[in-house]
Structures are given as C-alpha cells and as structure tokens.
C-alpha cells in the first residue's frame, strides 16, 4: 500500500478504538507489489573540539613557516660570513627576520584556522612561493626551457597541487608528519649552513705562479658608470650641484696630476653594457657584432648556484690583452664581481689567480646599523630576490603614494638588487695585498664596483644611513625625479672611489712597486642617469652615456698629460699599447651635425695653468682631510673639512686600527714642482688631427708634479 494511501488512525473514544481494533481490515483491490521503501541512516555530524583547531593550526603553520624559512636561509647564506654568530645563537638580524616571518605567517593562518580547506590553499600557494624562489635564486640555467616554456611555473603549480590534495584528504596524524618532515628539514638547512662565508673567494693555480725577485705590474681598473672629466667639468649648473661638481672636477684632475697620469678627458665606450664595453677593451677594438668577443655556449660550473639574475652575464670568448701578457710570462690575476667572468676564456681557466667577489646579499656588518635596519635590507633583498613581486611593483607603488613618498621605498620604489658598491673597494686592499706578497711579472685586472648604481657612501667613504640610500634610477614606473639630488650622492660616492684610488697610489709608492708598474684606470660607462628624461637628446644621450673615464700611468713617462681626442676606450688602449692610430668617433653612427655638436659641448672646457695648479690644491688639501676621517683618531679630527659646503659636518668615526698615512710628502713637496704648461686650446680642425698622431707624439698638457 502507498504511504500516502494508508488510513490514517481515528483519535474517537476508547471505545470506538477497540471495536476498531478487532474488526477485521476491509480486503482491498488486488494491487500489483511494490518494494518496501529504503531507509536511511541519517549521518551523524562529528564535532570537532578546540583543540583539534588548535592541533591544525600549529601544524599548517610549521609547514608554511618551514618552507618560507628554509629559503630564506638558504639565501642569507649566500652572502659573506655566518648566519650563526656563536653557535646556537643566530645573527641578530637573521633572527630578527625570521620572527617577522614567523610572526606574520601565525598571524595569516589564525585567522583562516577555522577552515580546513583556507589552511590547505594557503599552505599550497606557499609550497607555489617556495619553488619558484628556489627557480629564480638558484637556478644556474634556463628553468624557463627545461620542456617547454615557462617549465618553472608548472613544476610549482604541480607540486602546490599535490601539496593541497595530501594536507585537505588527510587526517590530522598525516598532517602532524608533514609538519614534523618539514620542521627537521628547516632544522637541518640551518644548522648546515653553520660556517664562515668569505667576502672573496680566491682560487689560484699554482702551476701558473712564477718564482723570482719582485718584476712587472700592470694593474687595470675597470670602473662602471665612471664618468670622463670632461663630461664631469662640461655640465652646467642647471645639471647638476655646483659645489660638489666642482669638487669631484678638482679630484679627479687633481688625482692624475700627482701621480703623473695620460689623461683621455673625452674618451668614449661604444654602448651602455659596461660587461659588453669590459670585453671589447679587453681585445682593444670595438667589434661590429656587439657579442663578437662573448661566449655564447657556456659550461657553468654547477646547476644549483645563487646569483642575481637579473644581471647580464658575460663570458669570454676572446680575451686579447690577458693572453698577450701571458704570452710574456706575467701570471694573470683576475678580480671579479658580477655581469662578466674574467677568469675564463671558452670555457677554460685562463688566469693564475681568480678572485671573486661576494655580492649578494650584502652583509651590514658595521656598528652604524641597528638590527632593524640590517634586517629590513635582507628582507628586502631576499623578497626581491624571490620574483614574487615582479609584476606587483608597480601596484604597491601606487597603494603606498597614498600615504607617504615610496621613492625610495624597496621593492615599491627603489631596488637592492644592485646594492654592489657596499664593501667593494676592499678589492683595492686585496689587490695591494697579493702585490706585495706577488713575485716576477704579474698582471692584475679588476673590476670594481664603484661609483655603481646605488650611492652608499658620503665623499670620506662613510657608509649613509639606509634612509640616505639614493639610486642611479628608481623602478620604472616612478618616472625620474630628485635628480640633483642624485647627482650629488654620485659625484660624493665618486670622490670616495679617487679617495681610495690615492690611497692604492700612495701603497704603490710605498712598496716600491710604483716604478714597475703600469697602470690603466678606464670607465666602462658613463654616468648614464637619463632615463626617463624626456628632453634628452642625441648629443646629451652619447655624454652622458657613453662618456667614460680612462687615464694610463706608465714606468715610461711620470709626466701628467692630457690628449683631448674624442676616442674610444679599446682605441685608446690599442694606441697606447701597440701604438695604432686612433680614430675618432670610430663606431659612432651620428649625422656630422651630432659630431659637431659633441665637439663644441666638449671644448667648452678649457685646461688652463690655473685651472690644473687650483685643482692640485684643492684635491691635496680634500686628500688630507680624507685620511684624517679614514685612518686619524677622533681627537684630531677638525670639526669642518675643508672645501666642502659649510652645512657638510663631517661625520667622527672612532679609530679602526690601522696607521695613519704619512702626509709628510704631501706637506713637504710643493704644490707643483714645475708651473703647469698648458698648450693653446685646440680647436676642432686640430682635434681631428690629434688624433690621427701616436701617443709619442702627443702635445697635449703636460705637468710636472
């Protein structure tokens, strides 16, 4: 019978109930049979305590705090020294790092614990984080191409799926192993990385040391972004803080003056890769194929290696000048840092002595730097370095505007991947160091990173708080701004570089090694901070660009020279070293009115008797004042330094230990031993013929100090 058939019970009297009850039922119409109605079991809901939510949200949280935490470290220890500073205690500012991580992990996950399946999503887009950090910080290869495009992305997204599907479908006794696998893996990754990292390493091949007396040197410094004096002198006041214009112009000129330098003050590199311009003068010519000296397959030495990789990556394929002096028997020193391999040429070891600066992340190990701001530039770098914010910049950028002024903001504003120029100038001590414990011929070349892309330091090579952090040029989108402002912090971190330059002179001196050695001091860039600019044209693009130091100093000739051809770097190398003639604007594709107008902009600066004499004494007198802050005590230090503004109070810094130098040649010597000859100023017709004259036949100034 139908449920919605039956008859339903009478509720009459009792009586009525029982004559019911023993009538017989009324026989129905015979119906077909149906199947007797399934029953079901109504599932009962299992409530959780709080102590399961409890349980979950520590496990999810080791798990996320884990896996941030082991890249993290992985990447602290990638720069110099020890994340540990005794062993069990952390560095303060590793420390410091990794509360705010675990603090704002906690924090993300308590307010999902009610959620099972918010706790599994967060837990696989950080397991998505962590492996494409580990690609882009660690990757020594294309982990864009492994299969197919973008084959980084997906192995991520694969192991993010996996890592939802186990922690989701799971119960709590997996999750606890999970969490458990992933606490000993972060233990196990800090505790072996527990050993001291050095700023440079060094890797030399005995067989290649030569053993005798003391011999040649030749020392070649390459600079990025170092500016030619004459673009330096050339800029007017509407482009840049005449004070410290001035002062770096008296430096520099001063700087080549004392030590008897061929000065090149309008010499030019071909393009603005300062890795690219690196190679080209290292085979003394400009190429027609940009990359006609760089490998293009290269052997690297190990799959899994930090680095930044955002940098150009330069290998050798060519390297004229290197195999020239070992050919003559120098043993080859090469000092590297980031952008080009010196020590290798076609994938084979080409020097004596590699050396290799560690650059990334910088280690703040100075007094001037509280634990906060130490350890808000590691995150920085660390959550730069990670990609995840590649394409959010930007955005955050406009998010921030609301409140404050983000130019100089990391990330959002500025970048610390390029933070090269901190501790880079110790590459000069080191250099000196291995000159003086070197035997026979050797060959040194360098590059160093100064004045580089961001300004850290003030003119007495003082270390700027982090908020005075200024770069070359901000992110993209914030368009271009401060730029006197700028310029300042460049021309003030420029005198630092000549300050130490003078220093690595005055050693030379010193040692002896002075009268053997040959010297090249080049620019593999201009200054190059237009862009943005949108009034930038041909002529202003090309001086501030591409115009680049370069100065020679030879046992040969100890007189201070100027040759004011308009040359390029290899072709003024070339000339000097193989006496070739030189060219110029060789490689320049510029219509003649562009040539011309580059011409006038640079003799427009004149080089006078008096113009070099002043330079001499202001430089002697900002040299003297620079060893004062750098090697004096605190107690002989002036209040002001002399020739700087009068608002520029220099900074006290107690004594680091280490002698001062002697300036009693500086005070005993005099200005100029001779009065400075200047020739006529050439004009342009004779800049032309200048150039086409060898180097011995050079006439231009001439100084004897």
């Given at each position: 019978m139908?449920?919605?058939?039956?008859?339903?019970?009478?509720?009459?009297?009792?009586?009525?109930?029982?004559?019911?009850?023993?009538?017989?039922?009324?026989?129905?119409?015979?119906?077909?049979?149906?199947?007797?109605p399934k029953k079901y079991k109504r599932r009962k809901i299992k409530k959780h305590t709080l102590l399961y939510y409890w349980l979950n949200l520590i496990f999810f949280t080791v798990i996320g705090f884990s896996l941030l935490g082991i890249d993290f470290v992985l990447y602290a220890s990638s720069g110099a020294g020890n994340v540990f500073s005794a062993f069990p205690m952390l560095r303060p500012d590793?420390?410091?790092?990794?509360?705010?991580?675990?603090?704002?992990?906690?924090?993300?996950?308590?307010?999902?614990?009610?959620?099972?399946?918010?706790?599994?999503?967060?837990?696989?887009?950080?397991?998505?984080?962590?492996?494409?950090?580990?690609?882009?910080?660690?990757?020594?290869?294309?982990?864009?191409?492994?299969?197919?495009?973008?084959?980084?992305?997906?192995?991520?997204?694969?192991?993010?799926?996996?890592?939802?599907?186990?922690?989701?479908?799971?119960?709590?006794?997996?999750?606890?192993?999970?969490?458990?696998?992933?606490?000993?893996?972060?233990?196990?990754?800090?505790?072996?990385?527990?050993?001291?990292?050095?700023?440079?390493?060094?890797?030399?091949?005995?067989?290649?040391?030569?053993?005798?007396?003391?011999?040649?040197?030749?020392?070649?410094?390459?600079?990025?972004?170092?500016?030619?004096?004459?673009?330096?002198?050339?800029?007017?006041?509407?482009?840049?803080?005449?004070?410290?214009?001035?002062?770096?112009?008296?430096?520099?000129?001063?700087?080549?003056?004392?030590?008897?330098?061929k000065l090149f003050p309008n010499a030019y590199v071909s393009g603005r890769n300062p890795y690219i311009n690196a190679a080209d003068s290292l085979n003394l010519k400009v190429p027609?194929?940009?990359?006609?000296?760089?490998?293009?397959?290269?052997?690297?030495?190990?799959?899994?290696?930090?680095?930044?990789?955002?940098?150009?990556?330069?290998?050798?394929?060519?390297?004229?000048?290197?195999?020239?002096?070992?050919?003559?028997?120098?043993?080859?020193?090469?000092?590297?840092?980031?952008?080009?391999?010196?020590?290798?040429?076609?994938?084979?070891?080409?020097?004596?002595?590699?050396?290799?600066?560690?650059?990334?992340?910088?280690?703040?190990d100075t007094p001037l730097y509280s634990v906060f701001d130490r350890s808000g530039v590691l995150l920085a770098q660390w959550l730069e370095s990670s990609g995840w914010f590649e394409y959010l910049g930007e955005t955050l950028y406009n998010r921030l505007k609301s409140f404050f002024n983000p130019d100089v903001t990391p990330i959002a504003g500025m970048s610390y991947k390029n933070l090269y120029a901190v501790d880079s100038l110790q590459t000069l001590d080191l250099v000196m160091k291995h000159i003086a414990e070197d035997r026979g011929d050797n060959a040194y070349f360098v590059f160093l990173d100064m004045p580089s892309d961001v300004f850290v330091y003030d003119d007495m090579c003082k270390l700027k708080s982090v908020s005075s952090w200024l770069p070359k040029n901000n992110q993209p989108w914030v368009g271009r701004n401060r730029v006197i402002e700028k310029r300042n912090a460049y021309f003030r971190q420029t005198m630092c570089l000549y300050g130490k330059l003078s220093q690595f002179m005055e050693n030379l001196q010193k040692s002896g090694d002075l009268e053997n050695s040959t010297i090249v001091i080049q620019g593999l860039s201009g200054m190059d901070d237009l862009l943005g600019d949108k009034d930038a044209t041909l002529v202003k693009n090309f001086l501030n660009g591409q115009m680049a130091t370069v100065a020679i100093h030879t046992p040969e000739n100890r007189r201070f020279?100027?040759?004011?051809?308009v040359c390029s770097v290899p072709d003024i190398l070339n000339q000097q070293f193989n006496g070739e003639k030189c060219e110029e604007f060789k490689g320049i594709s510029s219509s003649k009115t562009t040539k011309q107008s580059i011409r006038d902009r640079l003799n427009a600066v004149t080089y006078t008797n008096d113009a070099?004499?002043?330079?001499?004494?202001?430089?002697?007198?900002?040299?003297?004042?620079?060893?004062?802050?750098?090697?004096?005590s605190l107690a002989n230090l002036p209040e002001k330094a002399t020739g700087l503004p009068p608002e520029e109070i220099v900074i006290k810094h107690p004594d680091n230990g280490m002698q001062p130098l002697e300036e009693r040649t500086l005070e005993a010597q005099p200005i100029m031993a001779d009065e400075v000859k200047v020739a006529p100023e050439a004009k342009v017709e004779s800049l032309a013929e200048l150039s086409r004259e060898p180097v011995s036949a050079e006439e231009a100034v001439s100084v004897n100090p």
């Open positions: 139908n449920y919605f058939d039956r008859k339903e019970p009478s509720f009459g009297s009792e009586q009525d109930q029982n004559v019911s009850n023993h009538e017989p039922a009324p026989k129905a119409a015979a119906q077909p049979s149906s199947p007797a590793i420390m410091s790092s990794l509360v705010v991580i675990g603090s704002v992990t906690a924090v993300i996950y308590f307010c999902l614990s009610g959620f099972t399946i918010m706790l599994s999503l967060l837990t696989a887009g950080i397991m998505y984080m962590f492996s494409t950090a580990m690609f882009n910080q660690f990757a020594n290869f294309s982990s864009a191409t492994l299969t197919t495009g973008h084959s980084s992305s997906y192995i991520a997204l694969s192991l993010a799926l996996v890592t939802f599907a186990l922690l989701f479908f799971s119960n709590k006794k997996v999750r606890f192993f999970f969490a458990c696998a992933a606490g000993f893996a972060f233990g196990a990754v800090l505790m072996h990385q527990n050993y001291d990292k050095p700023k440079f390493n060094i890797i030399e091949n005995p067989a290649d040391a030569t053993a005798s007396d003391k011999g040649k040197k030749f020392i070649n410094i390459m600079l990025p972004n170092a500016p030619a004096y004459g673009y330096i002198a050339g800029l007017e006041d509407s482009e840049a803080g005449k004070v410290y214009r001035d002062q770096l112009s008296s430096v520099m000129l001063g700087f080549y003056a004392k030590h008897g330098f027609e194929n940009d990359l006609e000296n760089l490998q293009t397959q290269v052997m690297k030495d190990s799959y899994w290696q930090f680095k930044n990789r955002s940098d150009f990556e330069a290998y050798l394929k060519n390297s004229l000048m290197l195999d020239d002096y070992k050919g003559k028997g120098y043993a080859i020193s090469a000092y590297q840092s980031h952008g080009i391999n010196l020590c290798r040429k076609n994938n084979q070891n080409n020097v004596y002595r590699c050396v290799t600066k560690i650059t990334n992340p910088v280690t703040l020279t100027i040759n004011k051809s070099a004499q002043q330079a001499y004494q202001k430089y002697t007198d900002w040299l003297r004042m620079w060893h004062q802050n750098n090697f004096q």
